[in-house]
């Protein structure tokens, strides 16, 4: 089973960027979708951006696809989401997820068998 944990986050004004890291283990992870997640209070997990770990193709929701790219170093060990031209309404807690049995333009939460604990972004007007 893949376990991830995420990193970075934080808080920016509008219009600057920044960098999720997710740090991917496991025995399976090799052949795993990962995939950027986020949530406001009261609303459902959104997905964002996610990548096939075997492969790097990747899949990305129309509101992300301009500004945010996600990515995976050469040792396929850690997904990075960066974010770029960040607006206020990106606002949310980010949640890195990882699955292998993903249609990952389906955006599908129940999908994904394991999750990272969250990191919150603010950007502000």
């Known amino acids: 089973q893949v376990q991830v944990v995420e990193s970075g986050g934080g808080s920016v004004q509008a219009g600057g960027s920044l960098r999720l890291s997710c740090a991917v283990s496991g025995t399976t992870y090799k052949r795993a979708c990962v995939g950027w997640f986020r949530q406001t209070p009261g609303k459902e997990r959104e997905g964002v951006a996610a990548?096939?770990?075997?492969?790097?193709?990747?899949n990305y929701r129309a509101s992300a696809k301009d500004r945010f790219t996600i990515s995976q170093d050469n040792d396929k060990t850690t997904v990075y989401l960066d974010m770029n031209e960040l607006k206020p309404e990106d606002t949310a807690t980010y949640y890195c997820?990882?699955?292998?049995?993903?249609?990952?333009?389906?955006?599908?939460?129940?999908?994904?068998?394991?999750w990272g604990q969250g990191t919150q972004v603010t950007v502000s007007s």
């Open positions: 997820g990882a699955g292998e049995r993903v249609v990952a333009w389906e955006w599908r939460p129940y999908e994904y068998n394991t």
């Open positions: 990548i096939y770990t075997g492969a790097g193709s990747t």
